[in-house]
């Protein structure tokens, strides 16, 4: 194993029913060779276990490696497409235990996905205001979003950026990834204030912490929980 891991003790952010995502990523390590990069996140994004493992050393040492990924259990996986993470897992079924590899396996999450579901939400909330001037002789103005919502190579070009000093080139990736989940998560927060602001728009809902097909999925994913022994 790398001298890289660190477990977070700060208290980090909470969303009901949820423990939150993963992140696997393979590159070379800082000495250079491949590695493999867990990053554990909560709902919103912020990492709160971080471990990079050799790959010349998982046969060596199957135990830890198993310790690591069953940190993992009850969350979903993210990255930009399925492909990743799928091929990861393949690439370490041997020395995971059935049920989690499997259930890692049905709990993949796309950051296009995510987006996609944010700008249908404010499809649907601009669309209510439209419909609310309609009725109302008072003036209205659209709704004015903090920021846009990026296209996958906009938010991917971002998150590459930011983390491009990071220890290695695993890192980067785990932390791109990082970077790109927390940031989805803070438009959407955006969009809920947003919305909420308009008195006439509170009829649609308290504001939440996620998109409600991302919660969720992610509600779901924390109900496949099971022990994992070494």
């Not at 990069?37 to 198993?66: K, N, Y």
């Not at 290695?168 to 998560?185: F, I, R, W």
């Not at 308009?198 to 992610?218: I, T």
Request: aromatic share 6%; charged share 20%.
């Amino acid at each position: 194993m790398e001298a890289f891991e660190s477990e977070l003790s700060v208290p980090l952010d909470y969303v009901l029913g949820a423990r939150g995502h993963g992140v696997l990523a393979v590159g070379p390590g800082s000495d250079g060779g491949e590695a493999l990069a867990v990053w554990r996140l909560s709902p919103t994004g912020r990492a709160g276990g971080a471990w990079v493992v050799r790959f010349d050393e998982l046969a060596r040492d199957p135990a830890q490696l198993r310790r690591i990924m069953s940190m993992l259990q009850g969350r979903c996986l993210v990255d930009w497409d399925e492909t990743m993470p799928t091929d990861i897992l393949a690439r370490i079924s041997e020395f995971l235990p059935a049920e989690l590899l499997t259930t890692l396996q049905g709990n993949i999450l796309t950051i296009p996905e995510l987006l996609a579901e944010i700008s249908e939400h404010r499809s649907i909330y601009a669309a209510a205001v439209e419909q609310h001037t309609a009725s109302t002789k008072l003036k209205t103005v659209p709704l004015a979003w903090p920021s846009e919502v990026p296209d996958q190579q906009e938010l991917l070009g971002w998150a590459d950026q930011a983390h491009a000093g990071a220890a290695s080139p695993v890192a980067v990736k785990a932390l791109s990834l990082t970077a790109a989940v927390a940031n989805t998560a803070e438009l959407w927060q955006d969009t809920e204030q947003t919305r909420y602001r308009r008195v006439y728009l509170r009829s649609l809902g308290d504001p939440q912490p996620l998109p409600p097909r991302w919660l969720a999925r992610l509600r779901d994913a924390a109900t496949a929980t099971f022990l994992v022994s070494a």
